[in-house]
């Protein structure tokens, strides 16, 4: 027992892989405040991941092993890590069902992600986690990875030396870092600007419906760099410096951009009508929080109330943690560490439970 209390308590720290970039956190609890050990950010080829899978881990390896020797601002001190894997190449929904016995409630599960997964089930690694209880059903929020994406991941942090805790979506792992927020009590949007897609979760005390857009910040570069007829370094400046706010290019950006965003608001629609017709409250979404490099974008938040009649607010989570001694990460890059930091939040007890 004592050993296993001491695994518990074992420290842990996040790692997030990116399309193209890899970050790291750890985190030291005091009370409901943290203090950062040790974080930092590597950039690497992306063709060393495709659809999702670490197609050459030995590659990833070389540049973590490189971040953890010569970029960490602070200190790494375990090697016990929590990993992500991005949602858009994840399986979500939630689920009712009759209130079974665990191991008939695992049987269910599978036969209700026949139902809606496009992948044999064989092929996935499922989980789910119980959402509220009644006397006579269960809800659930039941997650699928293709198999071959989680051992990826596994190969590759077996190349490095680490010891796996667990592995969840990006999506989750930001909402874990909102829920320590005072504005986490209401029904929310939160959407996390990725490079090649957003992910768009409703939040209602728990993760309640997933979806992805292609909304990604590289997708918004491309279009305003071809629209301007300019290079992609030249349209990032603008996107950073204008985005969609005024500007003598206003017009043109907005026009540029407006397909990607009118899938992005059609699914957060289309989402927003799932939860309303599901939900057995009167509880109604309040806001929608962006977060994620993308979400850094002039304008987006003004453009977005305007489309969705919604307040929109960009994440801010910082308040709460304490750089203490250690150089901070600017403003914009802040946004970049986010998810990383919801791994970090990670509690092995609950895991060991």
């Known amino acids: ?24 956190m750890e985190l030291t609890a005091h009370g409901k405040k943290y203090s950062i050990t040790g974080y930092g950010m590597a950039d690497f080829d992306p063709k060393v991941i495709k659809d999702g899978v670490i ?12 971040l953890f020797k010569n970029k960490i601002i602070g200190d790494i001190t375990t090697r016990r890590v929590t990993l992500s894997v991005p949602a858009v190449r994840t399986f979500s929904r939630t689920v009712q069902l009759p209130k079974l016995e665990a191991k008939e409630l695992d049987e269910a599960v599978r036969l209700e992600a026949q139902q809606y997964i496009p992948v044999p089930t064989d092929n996935l690694y499922i989980d789910y986690e119980v959402i509220s209880t009644t ?13 071959e994406i989680i051992d990826s991941y596994m190969r590759f942090a077996s190349i490095v030396g680490l010891e796996v805790l667990a592995i969840e979506t990006t999506i989750s792992a930001c909402s874990r870092l909102f829920r320590q927020t005072s504005e986490s009590d209401i029904p929310t949007i939160l959407i996390d600007f990725g490079s090649m897609s957003s992910d768009i979760t409703i939040y209602d005390r728990t993760l309640v419906v997933t979806g ?5 910040g590289d ?3 491309s279009k305003i760099a071809s629209t301007l007829k300019v290079s992609q370094k030249e349209a990032q400046v603008i ?58 974008m002039p304008g987006l938040a003004e453009f977005m109330t305007d489309r969705l009649r919604l307040p929109v607010r960009t994440f801010h989570p910082w308040q709460e943690f304490e750089f203490s001694r250690l150089q901070p990460p ?24």
């Open 1 to 24: 027992m004592n050993d296993a209390l001491l695994f518990r308590d074992k420290p842990v720290f996040g790692l997030d892989v990116g399309f193209n970039t890899i970050k790291v």
């Open 55 to 66: 197609i050459d881990p030995e590659a990833l390896a070389k540049t973590t092993l490189d």
């Open 135 to 147: 006397p006579e059903q269960v809800e659930l929020l039941v997650s699928a990875v293709p198999k």
């Open 212 to 216: 992805t857009s292609p909304s990604g």
């Open 219 to 221: 997708n918004f570069t």
């Open 239 to 296: 996107k950073a410096k204008y985005g969609l706010s005024v500007s003598k290019k206003q017009k043109e950006i907005i026009e540029s951009v407006s397909p990607i965003l009118e899938s992005l608001t059609k699914e957060i629609r289309r989402m927003i009508r799932y939860y309303e017709e599901r939900a057995a409250t009167d509880r109604t979404i309040s806001q929608i929080v962006t977060m994620g490099g993308g979400a850094n």
């Open 330 to 353: 600017s403003e914009l890059e802040k946004s970049l560490y986010v998810t990383v930091a919801g791994l970090a939040l990670v509690d092995p007890k609950e895991v060991f439970a």
